[in-house]
């Protein structure tokens, strides 16, 4: 490996069990980790774990293995605190993934502080999950939705945001790292005007918390969310940070056992917090799965993760261009600026049958509009192709698609006569 | 050179067959693949025998799915209302002749789909005009 690369990808590769599968013969060329990442054996052990040694309920049981589940389930939310650096564990709230975090905040905290004619502010370049919920919010509420737009360089237009800011937004809601473009957003300096006007603000970490050193306190942010299962843990994993004094202000989200502190017929009082918050039994295992995972980034150091992956990009970026004619690729041409992400279209052949023809050669990226349909809508394209970095991405993966990139050149010949309607 | 992108198939989507709009269809829809966000609109007429007499496409899209409409439409021109309508899924993948993946059975599907709708459509309309009643 480059010396210049702080990890060294082909030792990262034998922790993590799916290498020792072939397909087609080779080795997974797997860049579609912006989606969701694969995970080390030290999560799946850590699950397996808690399933064949201590798997009781958490916060219930008088014996040792319920005492057990509640320290390692407990253990993992102080894991977690610690790797966004939230200044309390008790912020954290378990939930299964970055969607039902935001659907929390907009629930709970939205419906009882946005009213008719509020403004809500996010941004075009939001995924889905930071923009539906919005929508469904601001109908009901008959509230303003207004949206920062973004420049052929894939960033967010300073001076929108700006004018946005003078309508006295209640909410700022955007993403720390686009999940389509890669597009780091400057998210203190936007929190912090967004504070200024009075606004609280969710930041979207779905995409930054795998790929670079998170400090929610540094960001200043009023909600942090994000996934696990992009962050080398288990799917149904993720979380949700939010300052002590909104949590306990906000009524419950979903209700029921675990999130009480005592119930009549008529009457229930709740839960301290994050309890509050996690009605029912959780997913113990991938609670203790996300701990394990945060452990595994945290001892590789997440300087060195968002290094390695500033540098891959920064290869992608020079290698394609000049291995695969035409190529167009999208997003801010800087690899600072953008990370662990390469999106791009080629003019011969749609995303999809260049997914189709790359899967042939064990590379897997996403094609699609990558549940960004408006991102899209600006850029003036159906759908693109992703390609997205972790810690077991190499060089060698990103030659394995230029190579793999040229074949599907080599097929498609020329571009279709008819382009479009 | 892939199976899957045999010279028919790409001949199909460089030069797709029906490419375009008619200006009075009896019926027409546009139909999407949530997947991948690709559309493509069909438009076509029936003759007083109930035939189809005309049929176009437009819009964006893979491969597999410009392919697909490009064909069916080949396919459609000509035959009676009922035989398009009972056309199946397994049809489409009989004149397409290659093996689709179930991650790829949308694209190639899509085009089939949207026609059928543009039937269902055109029926509603026809029976309540029929009727003098709208549903």
């Known amino acids: 490996m480059n010396a210049s690369f702080p990890l060294d990808p082909e030792a990262i590769r034998r922790d993590f069990p799916i290498f020792e599968r072939e397909f087609h013969g080779r080795r997974l060329a797997y860049m579609d980790s912006a989606a969701t990442a694969l995970k080390p054996r030290v999560v799946v052990e850590a699950m397996n774990e808690y399933n064949t040694r201590y798997s009781a309920n958490v916060h219930r049981g008088i014996y040792t293995i319920g005492e057990e589940a509640t320290a390692a389930y407990e253990g993992a939310r102080e894991k977690v605190a610690r790797f966004i650096n939230a200044p309390d564990p008790h912020e954290v709230v378990f939930v299964r993934n970055a969607t039902e975090a935001v659907n929390l905040v907009a629930y709970a905290w939205g419906r009882s502080n946005i009213g008719r004619a509020d403004a809500i502010v996010t941004t075009e370049m939001e995924h889905h999950s930071n923009l539906v919920p919005w929508q469904l919010l601001a109908q009901e509420k008959d509230a303003d939705l207004e949206f920062v737009p973004f420049d052929a360089s894939g960033r967010l237009i300073g001076d929108s945001y700006e004018v946005l800011l003078r309508t006295r937004p209640k909410l700022v809601a955007f993403t720390h790292k686009s999940n389509a473009l890669g597009t780091l957003n400057d998210v203190r300096s936007m929190v912090a005007q967004a504070h200024e006007v009075g606004a609280l603000v969710l930041v979207d970490g779905a995409q930054a918390v795998p790929h670079l050193p998170v400090d929610v306190q540094d960001i200043g942010a009023d909600f942090y969310v994000f996934s696990g299962h992009k962050v080398l843990g288990p799917g149904g994993s993720g979380a949700l940070w939010a300052r002590r004094e909104l949590l306990e202000a906000m009524p419950p989200f979903m209700s029921g056992g675990e999130m009480i502190h005592s119930v009549h017929l008529r009457h229930s009082t709740f839960a301290d917090i994050p309890h509050k918050f996690e009605a029912g039994t959780p997913d113990v295992a991938a609670a203790i799965g996300l701990g394990a995972a945060v452990d595994y980034l945290t001892a590789l150091d997440m300087e060195n993760v968002a290094a390695h992956e500033e540098r891959l990009t920064a290869y992608a970026l020079e290698l394609l261009p000049r291995e695969v004619p035409g190529i167009r690729i999208h997003g801010p041409a800087e690899p600072a600026d953008r990370a662990g992400i390469v999106t791009f279209t080629l003019p011969e052949a749609h995303a999809h049958d260049v997914a189709t023809l790359l899967d042939r050669e064990a590379i897997a990226i996403r094609a699609g509009h990558h549940c960004t349909q408006p991102l899209h809508e600006r850029l003036g394209e159906t759908a693109t192709g992703r390609a997205s970095f972790s810690v077991y991405s190499s060089t060698d993966d990103i030659d394995r698609l230029a190579v793999g990139l040229r074949g599907v050149q080599r097929i498609f010949g020329r571009s279709p006569a008819v382009a479009g309607a | ?135």
């Open chain 2, 1 to 135: 050179m892939d199976d899957l992108y045999r010279d028919e198939i790409l001949e199909h989507y460089r030069e797709p067959h029906n490419f375009g709009t008619l200006d009075a269809p009896d019926a027409s829809y546009e139909g999407h693949n949530p997947l991948c966000g690709d559309r493509i609109t069909i438009m076509l007429s029936v003759d007083d025998a109930g035939n189809v007499s005309d049929v176009a496409f437009s819009g964006r899209g893979c491969a597999i799915s410009q392919a697909s409409a490009s064909m069916l439409t080949d396919e459609v021109r000509g035959l009676p209302l009922a035989e398009v309508e009972a056309m199946k899924n397994q049809d489409i993948l009989d004149l397409l002749g290659i093996e689709i993946s179930p991650a790829r059975l949308k694209c190639a599907l899509l085009s089939l789909d949207t026609l059928h709708h543009a039937l269902d459509e055109r029926d509603g309309e026809t029976a309540a005009a029929a009727g003098g009643a709208g549903s």
